[in-house]
């Protein structure tokens, strides 16, 4: 949440503008600003990994999680839903994660979209891959749930 002072000129109704020396803002009030949830889409072609990923990422921190089972639904969804980051599994049949990042990477509505893999065997080579692809970053399997959200904001550089 971000707080900002407003001043609002004599539009509220308990305070009466008088006019004359001195007129114009009379009270400044706080207000709250809601930021909207951040929108993650998981591809991943394991079910109970997404269940994990959206329970954190859901109850912890309140994100909206939407899911794809595969790299061609995950580009589907990517192109409709606009997602703030992908968390994409690299190791998946048919479409692997490393082929669907250069399908997101090619096309215009997809391309600014950051991703993060998500790998379960993350070798010093396959950093430097990654790191030459231009992911955003690289999360190990297994994962911590309870610290999933903070791991993804920090890669982010994103307040939490």
Known sequence: MVEQNLFLPYSNPIYNYSGGAGAGLRHVHKHT???APKQVLVIDDEELI??????????????????ASSGAEGL???????????????S???????ETFKKLQDDSV??????IFLNAKV????????????VAGVIAKPFDPMTLNKEVS??????S
């Open 50 to 67: 997404q269940e994990v990923i959206q329970a954190s990422l859901e109850d912890i921190v309140g994100w909206e999680v939407v899911l």
């Open 92 to 98: 998946m049949p048919i479409m692997d994660g490393i």
């Open 33 to 35: 600003i809601m930021q």
């Open 154 to 159: 920090e890669i982010l550089a994103w307040q």
């Open 123 to 134: 070798q010093p080579s396959d950093k430097a891959i990654f790191s030459q692809l231009g």
């Open 76 to 90: 589907t969804l990517a192109a409709s839903e606009s997602p703030d980051v992908i968390l994409l599994d690299v």
């Open 110 to 115: 997809t391309q600014t979209i950051p991703v």
